[in-house]
């Protein structure tokens, strides 16, 4: 009987730990930059409870496929990049804001992919 009620409490145990994993990559994320996404997409895509559903679904899926240091770096560049004539042009042209940009772009077909 003592070994029965062993037993159940180590699959109690076991079942709880699995409830302080984080949910998602997305917690990676500062939260602002969240729900910055999450404005910007519902003003490109409409701002209905359907659109909120969809870009927060986005932002998560480029979170479990992008790094937070590699997205703040791709949103740099791409910022960056917008400064007319040769001040923006290292932002636009350079190895690594092509490199970054195209992870982005990769992470966010997949989240158009799986979301929209």
């Known amino acids: 009987m003592a070994a ?7 699959m109690l ?18 939260t602002a930059t969240v729900a910055e996404y999450v404005y910007a997409c519902m003003k490109s895509n409409g701002e ?3 659109m909120l559903q969809r870009c ?4 998560d899926v480029i979170a479990s496929v992008v790094t937070y240091p590699h997205y703040e770096a791709a949103e740099t560049f791409k910022q960056m990049g917008l400064v007319p004539g040769e001040n923006g042009a290292l932002f636009r042209e350079s190895a690594p804001a092509k490199a ?7 992470a966010q077909a997949e989240a158009d992919v799986r979301c929209f």
Do not use: H, T
Not at 13 to 30: E, H, I, Q, R
Not at 56 to 59: A, E, G, L, R, V
Not at 100 to 106: D, I, P, Q, T
């Open 4 to 10: 029965f009620k062993v037993a159940k409490f180590a």
């Open 13 to 30: 145990a076991v079942a709880a730990s699995g409830f302080s994993l984080p949910a998602n990559a997305a917690s990676d994320y500062p």
């Open 100 to 106: 970054a940009n195209a992870e982005l772009k990769r």
């Open 48 to 50: 209905n409870r359907d």
């Open 56 to 59: 927060s679904c986005s932002i």
